[in-house]
């Protein structure tokens, strides 16, 4: 029986949370992972065989990693991906998050003619350029109306990324992702940053917690399951963009509800409000219309918002416990 050979991944942001849990997914199915770490990354000029030390920003050896990696496929994950940080940093992060996937893209262009094989990509698109909604749900095919530097930056990744399918004949993909958390979820962020807090007040490490617009509504899904979904999309005969999300809308209000609620704490006087951390513009409501997913590539989503949440308190309850010694 001829042997099938082992397929290469390289996954930019490979330190944050999908490159977490789609390296797992990916050593799970065989693939030799690789992966790009930036300069903040810890051990700096220790990295192992398999991961690289490359910034968005700065192009010169994406070309040199791709020729030692040899990827059949690449995952661009990395970015500044804080929508808040992108008002102070809009430069910064039209540069990272933007200009550094054309960056990325043309590296592979070239790379492809060198090596003679094609690699596949996939653009880590964010539900975030639909800001301010023109309809509810949004699909495939609604317009986009970014709210942020964060989201125009990945607005122009996004027609980037088609603009490289189309004229280079790349198998070049989006998946615009929704929400999606986790207990690697960065801990600037609200579902992490409350999750956190819920475990240090109930152990009492802290007393209250500030937050910014609580009515904010968002499609909130795992992480674990959204890796899966950007798998699939390169697995696909022809490429195509995708929208990943549960379709379930939340508000920051029920994720307190479930997080405070799942350690029997009422948030009510536990949590102010400081007018810093409200945005300049704000995404009210975000709600995926994922039928396309479903359809094609056969994918929905495996975890709960409520089971999410708990996930991530009942984690961070057990760091909150080795702080106390
Ligand atoms: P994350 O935890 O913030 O991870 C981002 C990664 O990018 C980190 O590994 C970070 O490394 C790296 N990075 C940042 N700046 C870089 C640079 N200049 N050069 C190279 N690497 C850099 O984000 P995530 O939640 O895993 O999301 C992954 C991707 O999906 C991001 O592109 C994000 O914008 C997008 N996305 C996320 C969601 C979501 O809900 N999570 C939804 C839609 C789209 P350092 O920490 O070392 O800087
Ligand atoms: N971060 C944060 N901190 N957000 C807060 C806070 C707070 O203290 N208080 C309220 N919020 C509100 C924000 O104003 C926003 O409306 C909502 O909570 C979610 O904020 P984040 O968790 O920071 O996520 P995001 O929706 O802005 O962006 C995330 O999802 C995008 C996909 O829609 C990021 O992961 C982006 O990279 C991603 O593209």
């Not at 690289?52 to 040199?64: M, P, T, V």
């Not at 929400?179 to 819920?198: C, L, Y």
Request: charged content about 25%; hydrophobic content about 40%; proline content about 3%.
């Amino acid at each position: 029986m001829a042997e099938t050979k082992q397929r290469r991944a390289l996954i930019t942001g490979i330190s944050g949370q999908d490159g977490y849990y789609l390296t797992r997914f990916l050593q799970e199915r065989n693939y030799e992972v690789h992966g790009i770490v930036s300069c903040r990354a810890p051990g700096i000029g220790e990295a192992g065989e398999r991961l690289y030390y490359a910034d968005l920003a700065d192009g010169s050896n994406l070309s040199q990693i791709l020729d030692k990696s040899q990827p059949d496929e690449v995952y661009n994950l990395a970015a500044q991906s804080h929508v808040r940080l992108s008002f102070d940093l809009p430069q910064y992060t039209a540069d990272v998050t933007g200009v550094g996937v054309l960056r990325m893209l043309d590296a592979i262009r070239e790379f492809q003619q060198r090596a003679g094989k094609q690699v596949r990509f996939y653009q880590a698109s964010s539900s975030e350029m639909f800001g301010k909604v023109v309809e509810t749900p949004q699909s495939e095919s609604t317009p986009f109306y970014p709210r942020s530097p964060y989201a125009c930056a990945k607005v122009y990744a996004y027609w980037q990324t088609i603009n490289y399918r189309e004229s280079y004949d790349m198998f070049a993909v989006n998946g615009i992702l929704f929400n999606h958390e986790s207990p690697r979820r960065g801990e600037a962020f609200v579902t992490r940053k409350i999750s956190k807090a819920v475990a240090r007040i109930k152990l009492g490490l802290q007393e209250k917690l500030s937050l910014g617009n609580i009515n904010a509504q968002r499609d909130w899904g795992f992480a674990g399951d959204f890796v899966e979904a950007m798998w699939l999309m390169l697995q696909q005969d022809v490429p195509e963009d995708y929208v990943v999300a549960t379709g379930q809308v939340h508000s920051v209000r029920d994720f307190l509800d479930a997080t405070f609620g799942h350690v029997g704490l009422d948030w009510t006087d536990l949590v102010e409000t400081d007018q810093n951390l409200f945005r300049p513009a704000e995404v009210d409501l975000l709600c995926g219309d994922a039928s396309k997913a479903r359809e094609k590539l056969n994918w929905q989503p495996k975890v709960s918002f409520k089971e999410l949440a708990e996930m991530m308190v009942d984690h961070d309850l057990k760091l909150a416990r080795k702080e106390m010694g």
